[in-house]
């Protein structure tokens, strides 16, 4: 004789159609994570192709974003400078004779050195073992043996030097030959 529960039938019943809805999901799952990886992968090359194919349209239409410029940018007026007269001691903001005497800023606010004018002046008259590199530059013993360097190309200097303190020395590229 068979004996039917009707309990044990309807949780046989329930759990049933649960995996039936757990199976539903998982395979709902497994589409979308399909789909995202889709667009994940065809995301950057369709965002370069548009932005490539577009570049000349959108510099020619007045107020729109010139993407050819932005590519073209340009290195801080002071970064040749910098690398031609300061970067066999300042490399990366270092300082290779003296450590603590960095472009960084905690070295810069620690010796006096917060604004343009403060660097200006030490690039132009030197101190200690920075030497001056001013057109005017006196006593002769603490000023650069190499070429001097004229006012405006000094302010480039600090202003470069500032702007780097502030990024934290980012690198910088240049065309310098």
Request: charged share 25%.
């Amino acid at each position: 004789m068979l004996t039917l529960c009707p309990i044990s039938s309807t949780l046989e019943i329930t759990s049933f159609f649960y995996k039936k809805e757990k199976d539903s999901r998982k395979e709902q799952t497994r589409e979308h994570k399909w789909q995202q990886e889709t667009v994940n992968l065809l995301t950057t090359p369709l965002l370069s192709a548009v932005l490539t194919l577009s570049s000349p349209i959108l510099g020619t239409i007045p107020g729109q974003l010139n993407i050819t410029s932005i590519a073209q940018v340009e290195p801080p007026k002071g970064a040749a400078l910098f690398q031609k007269s300061c970067i066999g001691c300042h490399d990366m903001g270092g300082n290779i004779l003296q450590p603590g005497a960095t472009l960084f800023r905690k070295d810069l606010e620690r010796n006096g050195l917060v604004t343009e004018e403060d660097i200006y002046n030490i690039t132009y008259y030197g101190k200690g073992r920075m030497p001056g590199f001013g057109e005017k530059c006196a006593p002769r013993g603490q000023c650069t043996f190499g070429p001097r360097l004229q006012e405006e190309e000094i302010r480039q200097l600090a202003e470069f030097v500032k702007l780097q303190t502030e990024r934290g020395w980012p690198n910088v590229e240049t065309n310098v030959d």
